[in-house]
T-cell receptor
Framework: EPEVTQTPSHQVTQMGQEVILRCVPI?????FYWYRQILGQKVEFLVS????????KSEIFDDQFSVERPDGSNFTLKIRSTKLEDSAMYFC????????????FGPGTRLTVL | GQNIDQPTEMTATEGAIVQINCTYQ??????LFWYQQHAGEAPTFLSY????GLEEKGRFSSFLSRSKGYSYLLLKELQMKDSASYLC??????????FGKGTRLHILP
């Protein structure tokens, strides 16, 4: 069964450094999402992406965040200058359509900012 | 403001039935999802409701009442592997998905 994959599974970085989290969505899916989950807290929507542009973003997704689909398969989340509070699990998800469709989540990248 | 409420924790016995409730207040409504999340893992899709009524899928069923802003997830014939957090999530009128804090379900033998 096709699945969303994410790399790396765990990223450790120093405060102020840039990180890029990578995702490979399911191949026939058109909508891509990033979520984060701080340890012990709820899942939070960051951004949705369709047709090579951001379709929705939350208040969390400020200027230090950016997303890109650099080629036909990868979908990346970049955090320009990481802060301690960016430490969280970051989940990528994808779906065929948007409104009525199931989002399939990847296994997540655990980001630790020291 | 937008809010999703669900119980923090529940306990049930193997083989029994449990109902996890979710109430929501959102700006607009474009569907409600239930996800299962085992500790340290990604959420996995269980069900989607956009119209009122009951959707049944094997041992799991989900109910929605849009007028009451209410949903429940019903799990039958509980198994030990059902021990997990169950996340209620609502797609609002702006199509952003808001998650509840999740209900941690403990299954006792």
């Amino acid at each position: 069964e096709p699945e969303v994959t994410q790399t790396p599974s765990h990223q450790v970085t120093q405060m102020g450094q840039e990180v890029i989290l990578r995702c490979v969505p399911i191949s026939n899916h058109l909508y891509f999402y990033w979520y984060r989950q701080i340890l012990g807290q709820k899942v939070e929507f960051l951004v949705s992406f369709y047709n090579n542009e951001i379709s929705e973003k939350s208040e969390i997704f400020d200027d230090q965040f950016s997303v890109e689909r650099p080629d036909g398969s990868n979908f990346t989340l970049k955090i320009r200058s990481t802060k301690l509070e960016d430490s969280a699990m970051y989940f990528c998800a994808s779906s065929v359509q948007e409104s009525r469709d199931t989002q399939y989540f990847g296994p997540g990248t655990r980001l630790t900012v020291l | 403001g937008q809010n999703i409420d669900q119980p923090t924790e529940m306990t049930a016995t193997e083989g029994a039935i449990v109902q996890i409730n979710c109430t929501y207040q959102t700006s607009g409504f474009n569907g409600l999802f239930w996800y299962q999340q085992h500790a340290g893992e990604a959420p996995t899709f269980l069900s989607y409701n956009v119209l009122d009524g009951l959707e049944e899928k094997g041992r799991f069923s989900s109910f929605l009442s849009r007028s009451k802003g209410y949903s429940y997830l019903l799990l039958k014939e509980l198994q030990m592997k059902d021990s997990a957090s169950y996340l209620c999530a609502v797609r609002g009128g702006d199509d952003k998905i808001i998650f509840g804090k999740g209900t941690r379900l403990h299954i006792l033998p």
